[in-house]
């Protein structure tokens, strides 16, 4: 059995997807897997919840991924996705401060690896989607905030370092540069709309297949 731990936040959770977000997706593309080959068994846990920045995430980490390996067997295997970084970038426009310093950020995604550590084989950080800045700049749902590409990157980039420090997977989702992403957001310009969700869904299929993870 291999069991499949993602934690994100409102992408991971399945925002504005009908189809029940890219984590559902691939539970349905492994169901539909080890349907055709008994042999094969996975569970797959979505542990998204909206507006977690790195702290939250890091706080429920350790207990949630206990509960769910209870009745793991000895030699079975954990995967641990994570999906972190664009809500601690959002920026007070009135402080210059941003919901969680890169300095902490940087502290808690160790520490999330940390934990981690304990319970997977393989870990993957996953990046995040790209924003329309005209429509989240300011922020609707959380006035004088706002969400900016360029703290997304800088956020993201230091997920990547630390991965790259620890030896552990990161992939990117999509070209920041490609200014063509809007089609793949939603009407609110910061989560995915469903052809989003199934884009990030190949991404990341793709990704646990090319490094025989799944």
């Given at each position: 059995m291999t069991q499949i731990l993602i934690f994100g936040t409102s992408t991971t959770y399945r925002c504005w997807d009908i189809e029940g977000g890219w984590v559902q997706r691939l539970r349905k593309y492994l169901d539909e897997k080890q349907l055709k080959n008994p042999e094969l068994y996975y569970i797959i846990y979505n542990?998204?919840?909206?507006?977690?920045?790195?702290?939250?995430?890091?706080?429920?980490?350790?207990?949630?991924?206990?509960?769910?390996?209870?009745?793991?067997?000895?030699?079975?295997?954990?995967?641990?996705?994570?999906?972190?970084?664009?809500?601690d970038s959002i920026i007070n426009n009135k402080t210059r401060e941003h919901h969680v310093s890169i300095f902490n950020y940087e502290e808690n995604v160790q520490q999330?690896?940390?934990?981690?550590?304990?319970?997977?084989?393989?870990i993957i950080f996953i990046g995040?989607?790209?924003?329309?800045e005209s429509l989240v700049d300011p922020i609707p749902w959380l006035p004088g905030h706002s969400y900016l590409n360029k703290h997304i990157e800088e956020y993201e980039n230091k997920t990547k370092e630390i991965c790259k420090k620890n030896n552990i997977h990161f992939t990117?989702?999509?070209?920041?540069?490609?200014?063509?992403?809007?089609?793949?957001l939603s009407p609110d310009g910061a989560h995915l709309n469903s052809k989003g969700h199934e884009k990030m869904f190949e991404i990341v299929r793709d990704y646990l297949i090319k490094n025989k993870m799944i």
């Open positions: 542990l998204g919840i909206s507006g977690d920045t790195s702290k939250d995430i890091l706080e429920r980490l350790d207990f949630e991924t206990k509960q769910r390996l209870k009745l793991l067997d000895k030699g079975e295997e954990v995967i641990i996705i994570v999906q972190v970084g664009a809500n999330i690896v940390n934990v981690t550590k304990k319970y997977a084989t393989k995040h989607e790209p924003i329309n990117n989702i999509f070209n920041k540069n490609d200014n063509n992403y809007n089609d793949i």
